[in-house]
């Protein structure tokens, strides 16, 4: 399988070799130091129109940092891919090609409404056809299929596969140069399929590898969340709602002095603000605080982000996608008077 993927990143993604010559000798690196992490969530990247919104904000950060982007797959497509994996546990070969089918159709109609250019269009378009005839090749429409954690893992690293290049296009539309990569090419990992756990150290080194060269060259690299590999190559995932883990996990390999996880809620309240007016948000936490939020159960942060975060002092924000000018939540060291997010738009 990652023999296959390395061979399939390679022709997606042959037509950007041209932007790393420049970087090899030089030429054009890009002078600026720090390096900041997006890591957008799938209602941020629910279709055309929202991912092209999501690249205006790493457009504006570009002019000042390096940038580096994680996706998770677009809203409810993990879902379904998981649930195409229960379909083929249970003999249902048929209902489960119609949906595998049915996400390749959703993700070729957000290509088409990014409206391209017909060169990039041409291009993202053979990344995506490479990537639904491995999903297609996953989920035959009869036969046997042997189902397990091991494919299940598989199934579910397609969102952001789909998700990472459909957005390095929204970001090309936008005038930044982008790249997709894999995080499975870095992210080290055990065996423990559904909930693995990465191997820190490792990951680092050859994250930085991959990593540094692009933003040297002065490209964003897009990376899939979520998901890793073990040593010999077998793709897994960190676990459900593990996005935000991934963001901290590449923010820390690349040194990032800030995190930003872009969501749909204002930041991080007392209570969940969907279901109780008495909820509040609020504006500063320290580490230790927000981990405890986190480990109790509030679901806008994964409780291994901070720990990480506190080994690095990086700061972590939380903030809407689609509010831009509010501040959102800081998390880190005691704040400055009137510490506000470096990036991404807060007034």
């Excluded at 089918?101 to 378009?125: I, P, T, Y």
């Excluded at 960190?238 to 872009?262: Q, Y």
């Amino acid at each position: 399988m990652s023999s296959q993927y390395a061979q399939e990143n390679v022709e997606a993604e042959g037509s950007l070799s041209s932007h790393f010559v420049d970087a090899s000798s030089g030429t054009q690196a890009n002078s600026r130091q720090n390096v900041v992490a997006f890591k957008f969530g799938g209602s941020s990247l629910l279709g055309a129109e929202r991912m092209l919104h999501a690249a205006g904000l790493v457009r504006e950060a570009a002019q000042d940092a390096n940038v580096i982007v994680v996706v998770s797959a677009m809203k409810g497509v993990t879902d379904r891919l998981l649930s195409i994996s229960r379909a083929l546990a249970q003999g249902k070969l048929s209902h489960a090609r119609n949906e595998a089918e049915g996400l390749v159709h959703l993700h070729f109609n957000v290509l088409q409404d990014l409206q391209l250019s017909e060169e990039q269009h041409d291009r993202v378009r053979r990344g995506l056809q490479l990537l639904s005839r491995d999903l297609l090749h996953e989920v035959p429409s009869n036969g046997n299929v042997a189902a397990s954690a091991e494919l299940a893992d598989r199934l579910a690293s397609f969102g952001e596969r789909f998700s990472a290049r459909l957005f390095a296009a929204a970001l090309e539309q936008s005038g930044v140069a982008a790249v997709p990569v894999a995080s499975s090419d870095f992210v080290l990992t055990c065996d423990t399929f559904r909930d693995a756990k990465p191997h820190l150290e490792e990951t680092r080194a050859r994250g930085r590898a991959t990593l540094l060269p692009l933003l040297e060259a002065g490209l964003v690299p897009v990376v899939t969340g979520f998901i890793g590999a073990t040593p010999d190559g077998r793709i897994t995932t960190l676990g459900r709602n593990s996005s935000d883990f991934s963001g901290a996990i590449i923010a820390h390999v690349v040194d990032a002095e800030e995190l930003v996880i872009w969501t749909d809620v204002d930041g991080i309240y007392t209570a969940n603000p969907h279901a109780s007016i008495e909820a509040k948000l609020l504006h500063d936490l320290s580490y230790d605080e927000a981990h405890a939020l986190a480990a109790s159960g509030a679901k806008v942060l994964h409780p291994h982000v901070l720990p990480l975060a506190a080994e690095t002092e990086m700061t972590v924000w939380v903030r809407n996608t689609f509010k831009p000018h509010v501040r959102g939540t800081r998390i880190g060291a005691p704040p400055s008077t009137n510490d506000r997010p470096q990036f991404g738009g807060a007034a």
